[in-house]
């Protein structure tokens, strides 16, 4: 995962899809973990209408289910390389 996300934060989104096909998602996951609040307040003195509690609860569950997934899967496969 590390590899991938080094690989889309230089914008090569083939070889981050190539090392973990779920990259795109955990990179936005951290960039909402770590910028949420800061857009939040900035959104909120702008005027505009920052994205509600349940639908970042919502993208937090799914993401999570998502991995789960994805990692029952590839050990099921024994692709745990």
């Not at 991938?4 to 990259?23: I, Q």
């Not at 998602?25 to 994205?51: D, I, K, N």
Request: glycine share 8%; net charge positive.
């Amino acid at each position: 995962m590390t590899r991938a996300l080094a690989c889309l934060l230089k914008g090569d989104l083939t070889l981050a899809l190539t090392f973990h096909p779920l990259s795109p998602l955990a990179l936005t996951a951290l960039l909402v973990l770590f910028l949420g609040s800061p857009c939040r307040m900035v959104w909120e003195q702008a005027g505009w209408r920052p994205l509600s509690k349940g639908s970042l609860r919502l993208f937090s569950t799914g993401s999570l289910l998502l991995f789960l997934v994805y990692g029952c899967w590839r050990i099921c496969m024994g692709n745990h390389s």
